[in-house]
């Protein structure tokens, strides 16, 4: 089985934890795996990109408040 990959010139066999590319020799086994009514899976299932999008929203919120905190930190006020 196939998985794609964030490169559209390249997709990853599953099996062997190994990348293809287009010009490579495997390529034409995949068009052909393909051709045959096959879909590879998607670069990310959805828990991957929902975990992934919590992450990000995380380190926003971190981030955000880190700056929140320099604003009205001592060490600022004495910069002024």
Known sequence: MYQLTANPDEVRIIEQNCTIARAG?????????????NKPKPEFTAAELKAKAKAETEADARSTFNERLWQESPEKAALK
């Open 25 to 37: 020799r495997f390529w034409p086994e995949y068009e052909t795996w393909l051709a045959q009514g």
